[in-house]
């Protein structure tokens, strides 16, 4: 087999930029994400550009027994993973701490802290039998800086900038390479699940300025797992031009 990348949260966005550019470099890929549907067409469109194998595992990553079971039953060749993106993710609303919905903290924490250490557990032991690996953690800006009204999503992923720095300590005697990617604005999905479909507010995020595109963020996290096996990059913080930081954005309106 080629090489293996398995990608959490491929049904959109950064995931699926990822799916399609490890594609187009060879890899064969497990894509994963809750939309069954989804993985189903993006494997087709993928099978139908690129000579690469996909398999497909529709689970919720909250589900720590479906992303055990789910992984577990992947064939043997395919637990050769060279590559894991814990991609998977999402912010839901954006309200004061005071007013904070518990359904929309315990979303985030479940999603974005509890699922990526489902997945890292179970595909970290794989890359130990296989005596390699390379592990990318997608955090966000708001792992490094906390706005207004951030608060929950802001801590889950600087709780994510912290696994991302405990992994490499820990998995650094397996020769597994761990990288965290923190991306400003991605115009993706991501404001409009924050903003539970409201479109029109999603927009809005997005208005007066160039934003970032998933492609974007895929392209940097191959640059990351191109570099020769002895380099490890740390962390990338990558922004639009028009942001400075979380609240800094100049807009063109
Ligand atoms: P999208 O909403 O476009 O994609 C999110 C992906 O995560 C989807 O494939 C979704 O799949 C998956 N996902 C969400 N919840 C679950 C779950 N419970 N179980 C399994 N999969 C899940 O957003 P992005 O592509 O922008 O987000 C990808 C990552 O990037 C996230 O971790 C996000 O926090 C981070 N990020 C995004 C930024 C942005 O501005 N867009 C900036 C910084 C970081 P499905 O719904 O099918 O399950
Ligand atoms: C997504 C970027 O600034 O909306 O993580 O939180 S931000």
Known sequence: M????????????IGEACAYLFAREGYDLILTGRRRERLEKLASAIN??????????SFDVRNRDA????????????????VLINNAGLSQGLDPIQNGDYGDWETMIDTNIKGLLYVSKVVSNWMIANKTG???NIGSIAGKEVYPNGNVY????HAVDALNKGMRVDLLQHGIRVTAVHP???????SEVRFKGDTERAKKVY??????????????IWFAVSRPAHVNINEL???????ATATNIFRNT
């Open 2 to 13: 080629a090489k293996i990348a398995l990608i959490t949260g491929a049904t959109a966005g």
């Open 48 to 57: 139908s550009q690129y000579n690469v194998e996909v398999a497909i595992a």
């Open 67 to 82: 992303v055990v079971d789910n992984l577990n039953n992947l064939p043997d060749d395919w637990k050769k993973v060279d």
């Open 134 to 136: 390379y592990i990318i």
């Open 154 to 157: 802001c801590a889950t992923k």
């Open 184 to 190: 400003g604005a991605v115009e993706t999905e991501f």
């Open 207 to 220: 208005d007066g300025f160039e934003p970032l595109v998933a492609q974007d963020i895929a392209e940097t």
């Open 237 to 243: 913080v990558v922004m639009p031009t028009a942001q």
